[in-house]
Structure formats: C-alpha cells, structure tokens
C-alpha cells in the first residue's frame, strides 16, 4: 500500500519535471523567436515567465527531499530522484540563460543587426533541440537517444566559435559596431552555456537508465 | 580483501526438495555480509549451511564446499561442535536462557571447560561491554535474564555468542523484533564487532541491510542472482530481478 503511493509520488515527480522541461524548451523557444522578429512583448513574457520556472524549481526540489526522507528509495528509485534533483537545477539554469537573452532582446531594442543573423539563430535551434530531445529521453528512458544528443554539443561549441570570430572582426572593423557586437556575444555565450547543461541533462539520463557517470561536457574553452 | 569464508557450487536439499542451488559466495573478512530476499528463498538455509545447523533438521543434504579460512567445513574430519564455536548464531527472536545474565554468558565458557570463577567473571564483562550492554546490565548480573527488554535480550545474546571467541557471527533477522531504538543500538554494536568478527546477516529490511553491510547478495528460488558491494546493489544492480525486489516491485 505505502510502496504503491511512493510509485505514484514517483509518477507525479516524473510528470513535474516534463513540465518543467517544456517551460524551458518553450523559453528558449520564445527567446529566439522575439529575438529574430524583434518581438518586444514576447521577449517580456519570456522574463515574466522565468518566475513559473523558478517556483516549480523550488516545488520540484521540494518533493525530491521528502521522498528521499520519508520513502528512503533505493536503486532505479534513488537513480531517478537523484536526477530529477540534478537536472531540475539544469533546467532552472537554461531558463535563466533564456530570460537573460530575452532581456539583450529588450536592450538592443529595434535598432538595425550589424550583421544578417544565421548562426546565432542555428545555436539556438540546436540547443531547444537538446533539451527537448532530453526531455524525451528522460520520459522514455532512452539511453541512446541521451547519448546522441550529448554530441550536439560539439555543433553548439564550433557555432559559437564562429560567431566569437565574426564579431571580434566586427569590433575591430568599426567601434560603432562594439556595443551591439557585444550583446549579440553574449547571446552566443548564453547559448553555449544552454548547450552545457543540456550536456549534464544527458549524463543525468544515462545515470538514472543505467547508472553509469560519463563525463560528456568537453571542456574547450 | 580476504575471504573468511568462502561457498563452492552449495547446493542444499531437505528431503527431495532443492532449497539452494549451487551457490558461490565469498564472505569477506571483518566485514559484513547482508543476505536479502523473498521469504523462502533460502536465505536462512544458507546461513544455516555455514555452520553446519542444517545438520540438526533431518533429512537435510549438502553438496558442494563451505570453506573458512580455506577448509571445507564439511570435511568428516570436522567436529561439528567446534566449527559452531568459530562460527556462532544469533537468531531471529531472542532466547535467553531461563537463568541469570552472567550465567548465559557463562554458559559457553563452562561448556568448554572454563570452570574458575575469576576467568568466567572476567570473559563475562569483557562479552557484555563487548555487546554494548554492560553498562545497563552491571548491577544486575544475578537477576535473570528474562527481565530485560528485548533488545536487551538480543544483546544478551550475542554476548552470549562472543563469549565462546567466535571468529564469524550469523545473524537471521536479529532486529525484527526490536523497537527502533534497540535496533539502532544493534546496528551500531554490529558496526563495531566487524573490526574484530566477520558477520553474516539475513535482514528483510533493506535500508538496514544498506546501513550496516559492506555486501550484499540477493536471493531468488534457492539461486544467488547477483552479489555485490552493497552500494553498488542499492544504487545500481546490475540484474533487473535485483531492482524489482528492493524496488518494492516484486511480483
Ligand atoms: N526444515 C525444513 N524442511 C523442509 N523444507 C524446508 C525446511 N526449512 C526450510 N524449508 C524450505 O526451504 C526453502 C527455503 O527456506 P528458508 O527458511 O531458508 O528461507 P528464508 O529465505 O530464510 O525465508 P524467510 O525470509 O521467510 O525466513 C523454503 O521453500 C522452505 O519452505
Ligand atoms: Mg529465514
């Protein structure tokens, strides 16, 4: 009887982390989106909406210490409350990257890009791409599929060595071009990070599927 | 690690049925050994095939080896009664002899000869404060035993047990009658004797069998499905049928 109320409970915790998930694909989503259309009311809802994410962390997390208290799970119960712990706090970090771009959005405001925008805008499709095929790999336990999206992020890494160049050239062309120059880097940088802790949410995955720790992050900056 | 016991292809029958299948088991020294399960599953045959008390229930057969310290203690040339002193058993319920508590624990001792009061008194206190009941116990060694509460008891005897100098100790399910603060004191008494004993212990509890084992192995229809570190099987079994039972998924 209590085993069973512990399963739903498990059940109920899985439910709030694909909830979470989706707050955070559908930010980053949004981000860019009001970005690339220069979207000022979407990019506010972004901010807005950070708050949601922020709250469910907290719930989240919440849930996690008192099933670890009250339940004492052990094996692929342990391995699944222990991650839900570990990527609750990765998702509320991408969330947050999401809403710092949504407020360059706001900052940079209507003025004309320096540039034609395609890698920035490619980073960030890859990136709500990781997270949402993480999120799927969370819901159907797919190893695989965790493992494989790992790997995107050398696509993000490369991108964002890119577009470091292209700007750096930019700034030095011409110094009118540096304030805008650096927000668009710093966009570039916040996607890299999402593209980070989307690698931590595929460690956490394989964790909890096999119980393997593999260290996918390469570390090339 | 050392083994200090060690079982061979076991293979235990009462009768025409086959209660464990060719088991192999190291059973590290000075470490504890947790024994886990479905009821029926052989757990306490097993335990009882390591000091030959299947011998007791007629009909019982053995195959295969149990080695301590690298001797099949089923060699014919083994007297039973002093692999039992080596290898000593603390049961489920307590059974404290109907006497006082320095004769139980005088009990062993006399058996095997000791008679001289001072050596008796001597091997009685260093058994009590070795079982962490001294303390309690002290200004009442000649009252009888059956006043103590039950965890107690259970301390009782396994100061019994210590005073024969066992080098193994086998516990069944020494805490499952005992309120959770007896069975805190057990677990920690079971913490300190593995620096000087190697023990054994079947428990249906599995955050206990976590707490107090450094391994554990998992029983299944008489068959040993998977044995590990105990951190490794509560953390991540590598058999599924593992993670079903201390899942709570069995079945
Ligand atoms: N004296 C006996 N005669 C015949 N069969 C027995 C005897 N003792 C045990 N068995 C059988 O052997 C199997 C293993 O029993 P055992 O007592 O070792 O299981 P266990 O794992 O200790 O169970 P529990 O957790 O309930 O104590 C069971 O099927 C049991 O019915
Ligand atoms: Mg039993």
Redesign the pocket.
């Known amino acids: 009887m209590v085993r069973e109320s512990f399963h739903e409970q498990l059940d109920k915790l899985r439910g709030d982390i694909v909830r979470m998930g989706n707050l955070v694909v559908n930010a980053i989503d949004m981000a860019t989106t009001a970005f690339k259309r220069r979207d000022m009311d979407l990019a506010e809802k972004v901010v807005m909406d950070d708050e949601k994410i922020d709250r469910l962390e907290l719930e989240i997390e919440k849930k996690c210490m008192s099933l670890l208290a009250l339940q004492q799970p052990l094996a692929r119960d342990l391995r699944f409350i222990g991650t839900a712990l570990k990527i609750n706090t990765d998702l509320e970090r991408i969330g947050d990257y999401a809403c710092n771009i949504a407020k360059i959005v706001l900052t940079i405001g209507k003025e004309p890009f320096i540039k034609p925008l395609v890698d920035l805008p490619h980073m960030a499709e890859l990136c709500r791409q990781m997270v949402k095929d993480n999120l799927n790999a969370f819901i159907n336990q797919d190893r695989e599929k965790a493992l494989a999206t790992a790997k995107k992020d050398h696509e993000v890494d490369h991108l964002y060595q890119e577009v470091f160049q292209e700007l750096l050239a930019l700034m030095m062309q011409n110094s009118q071009n540096i304030r805008q120059a650096t927000f668009l880097l710093m966009i570039a940088r916040h996607l890299e990070r999402i593209g980070d802790h989307a690698t931590n949410l595929s460690e956490w995955i394989i964790y909890m599927v096999s119980g393997e720790r593999l260290e996918l992050n390469e570390k090339l900056f | 690690m050392e083994n200090k016991m060690e079982t061979r292809k076991l293979s235990v029958y009462?009768?025409n049925?086959q209660?464990l299948y060719s088991v192999d088991l190291p059973i590290q020294k000075n470490a504890v050994t947790a024994l886990i399960?479905?009821?029926?599953?052989?757990?306490?045959?097993?335990l009882r095939a390591l000091n030959r008390m299947n011998e007791v229930?007629e009909?019982?057969r053995v195959e295969g080896e149990v080695l301590l310290d690298g001797k099949n203690i089923y060699d014919p040339r083994v007297d039973p009664v002093a692999l039992r002193k080596k290898v000593g058993m603390v049961f489920q319920k307590p059974n404290p002899f109907p006497m006082s508590i320095f004769d139980n624990v005088a009990y062993g001792p006399r058996i095997h000869g000791i008679k001289k009061k001072t050596d008796l008194e001597q091997i009685v206190h260093k058994s009590l404060a070795a079982a962490a009941l001294w303390d309690e116990v002290k200004d009442r060694l000649y009252k009888s035993a059956l006043g103590l509460s039950g965890g107690q008891q259970q301390r009782l005897v396994i100061a019994r047990v210590l005073a024969v100098e066992p080098e193994v100790i086998l516990m069944?399910?020494p805490a499952s009658a005992l309120d959770p603060i007896s069975t805190a004191k057990l677990e920690d008494l079971i913490h300190q004797l593995k620096q000087n004993y190697t023990i054994v212990i079947?428990t249906?509890n599995m955050q206990q069998a976590a707490r107090v084992s450094d391994y554990t192995g998992f029983?299944l229809n008489?068959e040993l499905i998977e044995y590990n570190t105990t951190t490794a099987i509560f953390t991540a079994p590598r058999e599924k049928r593992t993670e079903d039972y201390i899942t709570g998924r069995f079945g």
Do not use: L, N, Q, R
């Open positions: 009462y009768k049925f209660a399960g479905p009821s029926g599953c052989g757990k306490s045959t097993f229930i009909g019982t069944d399910e079947v249906h029983f008489g």
